[in-house]
């Protein structure tokens, strides 16, 4: 099992290919990952613009595991909004899901199952 918590997603996932450990998890298809917030975002394809923070990134893009997006903590946050998950997701202009802190996305051989007791969208 691989957890992945929490930070900045393109601070992660730089450090995710600089220590070799991007290109290792392609070997390793029977593994189950938990991820959580920037562990979340980073194993979609991008987080977008709103969500790189890191000076030294140089775009949004991450390690694209599965083929949508995420935008966590949904009205966790003054700025994590349903209006502004939406802008995001014109953005990102591909499948995106917003979730917030009771909400899960379970991905298994390509199949996406939504598991929430709170609120979610999707989009795209």
Same mark, same amino acid.
């Given at each position: 099992?691989?957890?992945?918590?929490?930070?900045?997603?393109?601070?992660?996932?730089?450090?995710?290919?600089?220590?070799?450990?991007?290109?290792?998890?392609?070997?390793?298809?029977?593994?189950?990952?938990?991820?959580?917030?920037?562990?979340?975002?980073?194993?979609?394809? !991008?987080?977008? *613009?709103?969500?790189?923070?890191?000076?030294? =990134?140089? #775009?949004?893009? $991450?390690?694209?595991? +599965?083929?949508?997006?995420?935008?966590?903590?949904?009205?966790?946050?003054?700025?994590?909004?349903?209006?502004?998950?939406? !802008?995001?997701? *014109?953005?990102?202009?591909?499948?995106?899901? =917003?979730? #917030?802190?009771? $909400?899960?996305?379970? +991905?298994?051989?390509?199949?996406?199952?939504?598991?929430?007791?709170?609120?979610?969208?999707?989009?795209?």
């Amino acid at each position: 099992m691989l957890l992945v918590d929490g930070g900045d997603a393109t601070y992660l996932y730089y450090w995710m290919r600089e220590s070799g450990l991007a290109d290792l998890l392609q070997t390793l298809p029977d593994t189950v990952w938990s991820v959580v917030s920037a562990g979340s975002m980073v194993v979609t394809p !991008r987080i977008g *613009a709103r969500f790189v923070e890191w000076p030294s =990134a140089t #775009d949004d893009r $991450t390690l694209g595991v +599965v083929d949508f997006s995420i935008f966590p903590h949904l009205d966790a946050f003054p700025t994590n909004t349903l209006a502004d998950a939406q !802008r995001w997701a *014109a953005e990102i202009g591909g499948p995106a899901y =917003a979730i #917030d802190e009771q $909400t899960a996305i379970k +991905v298994l051989d390509g199949s996406v199952e939504v598991v929430s007791e709170g609120q979610w969208a999707k989009f795209g």
